[in-house]
């Protein structure tokens, strides 16, 4: 079996654990979640055999990277269940670790080989820019489900109506997620700011270690590339939502549209990275 088939696994996992919801009996509930922890646990022992293989200054693949940014997203997403007690997340955003493992498994295995371009501080500068690219990316992909969400429920408070998970009436599922504050807005606005006040330093650093790996490659500092204009305009969105946050106290509606076109701008830069323009980042 090889590392890409492995990807399949967790995935599998995650498909499974769905069909869990299709069940009206509470008990089933637990193994909705016992599936997705395992599915997780499954995703982290894959990449300590991809670490074991390949180590840190190796080789790196698009398809390895789409796993990582998955594994991050299921991570973010069940450390955020904990804090928070909003167990409905895990269904919301677990779709995106999905859809992450499958471009994994289908990506095309072009390798990043980094030490005839960079130094062993470049080297170490490329990996911290990755994994602060990919966390931050995580964090605002959970911004753009929780938005989502706010938006549809404040629309329905206003029709006088709640979210349900299911359509149908007293379904079991949505009595288990809607203990304690369920879809309340005010806890999904305060999960988008935190996710907005910890993703935003996270991309900044990334994308000046990005720069400034940029000029090294390049050898000059003004190389105008669509991939930085793209993360430009990405940071300049959530700089803004941020700004707008801490000084004049943006809230609800507004900042959650912010957070849905920053989160969709994200997309376009990462299909313009990997896909239409892989020279960019060094892929061959």
Not at 116 to 123: A, E, G, I, K, T
Not at 241 to 248: D, G, N, P, S
């Amino acid at each position: 079996m090889t590392l890409g088939e492995l990807y399949l696994i967790p995935f599998f996992i995650y498909i499974f654990s769905y069909l869990f919801l299709l069940s009206k009996e509470k008990k089933f509930y637990q193994a909705f979640i016992f599936l997705i922890y395992a599915g997780f646990i499954i995703q982290s022992l894959i990449l300590v055999i991809w670490f074991n293989l390949h180590g840190f200054k190796d080789l790196i693949s698009v398809d390895w990277i789409v796993f990582f940014n998955a594994w991050l997203t299921m991570m973010v997403v069940i450390l955020f269940n904990l804090f928070y007690k909003a167990k409905y997340i895990l269904i919301y955003v677990t779709p995106l670790a999905l859809i992450n493992l499958l471009i994994g498994f289908f990506a095309p295995h072009n390798y990043l080989t980094m030490k005839p371009f960079f130094s062993s501080l470049d080297q170490a500068t490329l990996i911290t820019h990755i994994i602060l690219i990919l966390i931050g990316d995580s964090l605002f992909a959970l911004a753009f489900i929780i938005s989502l969400i706010y938006i549809f429920q404040e629309r329905r408070i206003k029709l006088k109506k709640n979210l349900k998970l299911f359509d149908k009436k007293n379904h079991p599922f949505d009595e288990v997620f809607y203990r304690g504050k369920g879809y309340n807005l005010e806890l999904l606005d305060s999960m988008n700011y935190f996710c907005l006040k910890i993703g935003f330093p996270l991309i900044t650093v990334g994308i000046a270690m990005g720069i400034y790996l940029s000029s090294s490659l390049f050898k000059s500092f003004m190389i105008i590339k669509p991939i930085e204009i793209m993360s430009l305009i990405t940071w300049l969105i959530y700089a803004v939502l941020l700004h707008e946050r801490v000084a004049k106290g943006l809230r609800g509606k507004k900042a959650a549209v912010f957070s849905i076109a920053g989160f969709l701008l994200i997309l376009s830069s990462l299909t313009f990275s990997f896909y239409l323009f892989p020279e960019f980042h060094g892929f061959k």
